[in-house]
């Protein structure tokens, strides 16, 4: 699931199973909470197995059975802290519900003194939100009502696809009270992959701007990339778009299944993967590189198919299309000018090495996809 699905189900939810995280979904939270710390200079902190915080919850705004709460901080000093901690927030939000994790944005009904002890000295705490396994039998929460886009886009008439995409995203941003206290404006299109858009706050309320960093993330998802200046009356850009496409390498082993991992010359940890070439087909992109990146032949399952929008350079969006894939012959070898090292890992070493997020979703999903479609292999593995 992409963050841009996880808008359309994630909705806030007040009640939790009272149990743990998983090893995997702790890492994997706490990835993403690195990677925007590292992005933004926040300190946001990932709190496990802590009730406290919701502890003191009066009837009526309570939150039951959370164990595990978000801190969103960051230096005291910074003049966009609020926006930041909305903005890399809700991505923590939305990687929570693409995980299968419920979530409930949290203003001030939460004992501050017990989450103030957990951060760094000179920090300042904006919010906090509950994250936790929804209970059993019952959905995430209740959907609200949506605001028509002509109240949040007032003239958007002859406004180009992408600029509706991210208006529509807006529509399910959350918000205190609901309020949604912004308008977005078209500012024009001047290039073909381009293109400008505008956000004005015209509401006040004490977190006016934390709204406004999630309304700027929603806009970003459904616009299909760009990047936005902070602060009221801040100017989006859109991205131009490129696409990949790899694939999950995977083989059986005696102890259960093994994982294909590159290190990039970057030094980050992924999957073979590359540019779509000419009139490439996704399936003959994913095989080639796989070709070229490791000396493999492989079988590509088609019947995976996943997802992951991420900027690799400032200006560009990209689409990576992941399948998964059998090696059927070759010599595996990795290419020098964009691989630095191969390595086949267990799930649990796999998913420790990636380096992103996403990937490590990818990861997860690729192998509950094989124990559903490959039950011989699991039988064999287990013997």
């Known amino acids: 699931m992409t963050l841009l699905d996880a808008v359309s189900v994630r909705s806030s939810l007040r009640a939790y199973q009272p149990a743990p995280l998983t090893p995997l979904q702790q890492a994997q939270l706490e990835k993403t909470v690195s990677q925007c710390n590292a992005r933004a200079g926040l300190h946001i902190r990932l709190l496990c197995g ?4 919701f502890a003191a919850f009066k009837e009526g705004g309570r939150i039951r059975g959370a164990q595990n709460c978000l801190l969103f901080a960051g230096p005291a000093g910074d003049p966009n802290l609020e926006e930041k901690c909305g903005y890399c927030g809700e991505e923590l939000i939305l990687t929570a519900a693409a995980m299968g994790l419920g979530t409930c944005w949290v203003g001030g009904t939460y004992d501050r003194e017990r989450c103030l002890c957990c951060l760094e000295e000179g920090d300042e705490l904006v919010c906090a939100a509950a994250v936790g396994l929804p209970p059993e039998g019952r959905p995430a929460g209740a959907p609200r009502a949506l605001k028509p886009p002509a109240q949040l886009a ?34 024009g299109d001047p290039a073909p992959d381009g293109g400008m858009a505008r956000v004005r706050l015209v509401g006040s309320g ?18 299909h990339g760009g990047a936005w200046t902070w602060g009221d009356g801040g100017v989006f850009r859109k ?14 082993a005696p102890g259960g299944r093994q994982y294909l991992l590159a290190r990039h010359n970057g030094g980050h940890w992924s999957f073979p993967k590359g540019h779509v070439e000419g009139a490439e087909t996704e399936r003959e992109t994913a095989a080639r590189e796989i070709r070229e990146e ?3 032949t492989a079988e590509i399952d088609t019947g995976f198919r996943q997802v992951v929008t991420y900027s ?41 090495l990636v380096t992103y997020a996403a990937d490590e979703e990818i990861l997860l999903a690729a192998e509950s996809y094989l124990e559903k479609s490959r039950p011989a292999d699991s039988a064999e593995e287990a013997e």
Request: hydrophobic fraction near 45%; charge should be neutral.
């Open 50 to 53: 802590r009730p406290e915080p």
């Open 312 to 352: 690799p350079k400032p200006g560009v969006v990209k689409d990576v299309v992941f399948f998964t894939a059998v090696p059927t012959g070759g010599q595996e070898h990795a290419q020098e000018s964009e691989i630095a090292q191969l390595g086949w890992f267990s799930l649990r070493e796999a998913a420790a």
């Open 154 to 187: 007032p003239d958007a008439g002859g406004a180009p696809a992408w600029f509706r995409g991210g208006v529509e995203a807006v529509r399910r941003a959350p918000s205190a009270m609901n309020r949604q206290g912004y308008r977005f404006e078209y500012a």
């Open 294 to 296: 490791t000396g493999l």
């Open 239 to 252: 991205a131009a778009e490129e696409k990949s496409c790899g694939a999950v390498v995977w083989r059986t």
């Open 206 to 223: 004490s977190f006016a701007l934390v709204d406004l960093g999630i309304a700027k993330l929603h806009f970003e998802l459904g616009a």
